[in-house]
């Protein structure tokens, strides 16, 4: 199981790498996040806001 959300993870990571202004590529690894009560689902929201304001 854990090599699959190792996998998961990495491809939200590279959606979101490829394609940075892509905000549903930013929110669908914010909530798969936070479905596994993952705190870093909060900071991928701070970082895409932060990522928004440099655009």
């Known amino acids: 199981m854990?090599?699959?959300?190792l996998s998961d993870e990495a491809a939200f990571l590279?959606?979101?790498r490829a394609n940075p202004g892509d905000d549903t590529a930013w929110?669908?690894?914010a909530d798969w996040?936070?479905?596994r009560?993952?705190?870093r689902g909060?900071?991928?929201l701070?970082?895409?806001q932060i990522s928004r304001?440099?655009?």
């Open 37 to 39: 009560d993952d705190a």
């Open 33 to 35: 996040l936070d479905a």
């Open 46 to 48: 701070c970082a895409w």
């Open 53 to 55: 304001q440099s655009v």
């Open 2 to 5: 854990r090599e699959r959300a």
């Open 14 to 16: 590279g959606a979101v």
């Open 27 to 29: 929110f669908a690894f």
């Open 42 to 44: 909060c900071v991928c």
